[in-house]
């Protein structure tokens, strides 16, 4: 079973609406963090969000995270045609060996112009 | 331009046969890994690698080897490809590793190796 499961797992908005993407997860967690992968390309992060914060900014882009819920949100305002893509979170597990980075399906946003 | 390269960028090659993904990292992290991209499943680690001449099972190792003889470089081979294994690889890396080091968790990722196993 995954241990981070975005919502939704598409979505598609005019260009300048805000885009909201969920994300939820079963164990607790170091950070979390959320990505972007453009078509046929390899994963950029994002933000960072450590378990001990609840909100991030990093210009357009706003996370929360709601440890007693196990879930995040990112929010990106004010969006354009250039945010196409799919976002994916992702949350740090500490295991004994290693930092162990788990990702859930992702979500495809769609910013139409 | 730091970051990760891999190789090849695609392949297609017959079950049974022998394939070797190359990654190389110019960043000097310490942790290493490999992930399998599939539609609708997400990104699944293959093996890890917290540091060089260490290497551990991620959650999908199985018909996946890797090693780690420098802190750059880190293979992934398929001993005998099968048709499941067809995928999009993804390597990366990052500046910590070791239970306890500091390590902001943010992962660096190559640009993709697509493998086609018929």
């Known amino acids: 079973s995954q241990q981070g499961e975005e919502d939704p797992q598409a979505l598609s908005i005019q260009e300048g609406e805000n885009a909201t993407m969920n994300c939820s997860y079963k164990?607790?967690?170091?950070?979390l963090q959320w990505y972007r992968q453009n078509s046929g390309r390899g994963l950029v992060h994002l933000i960072l969000?450590?378990?001990?914060?609840r909100e991030k900014h990093s210009g357009r882009l706003r996370v929360t995270l709601d440890t007693s819920k196990k879930s995040s949100s990112l929010l990106i305002t004010a969006s354009r045609a250039a945010d196409t893509a799919s976002y994916f979170c992702?949350?740090?597990?500490?295991?004994?060996?290693?930092?162990?980075?788990?990702f859930g399906p992702g979500t495809s946003l769609s910013v139409i112009p | 331009i730091a970051g990760i390269t891999q190789a090849p960028t695609s392949q297609i090659l017959a079950a049974g046969r022998r394939m070797t993904l190359r990654c190389t990292q110019d960043?000097?992290?310490?942790?290493m890994y490999w992930y399998r991209q599939d539609l609708g499943l997400g990104l699944r680690l293959i093996h890890y690698?917290?540091?060089?001449?260490?290497?551990g099972k991620g959650e999908v190792p199985d018909g996946y080897s890797v090693s780690r003889a420098n802190t750059d470089d880190f293979p992934l081979t398929l001993a005998s490809a099968v048709p499941s294994q067809t995928s999009v690889y993804f390597c990366?890396?990052?500046?910590?590793?070791?239970?306890?080091?500091?390590?902001?968790?943010?992962?660096?990722f190559g640009e993709g190796s697509r493998l086609t196993v018929l």
């Open positions: 990366a890396s990052s500046p910590g590793g070791l239970a306890g080091e500091k390590n902001t968790g943010e992962l660096f």
């Open positions: 992702a949350t740090d597990v500490k295991e004994t060996s290693y930092d162990k980075v788990i």
């Open positions: 969000i450590r378990s001990n914060e």
């Open positions: 960043m000097r992290h310490n942790a």
């Open positions: 164990t607790s967690i170091n950070n």
């Open positions: 690698s917290n540091t060089a001449g260490t290497t």
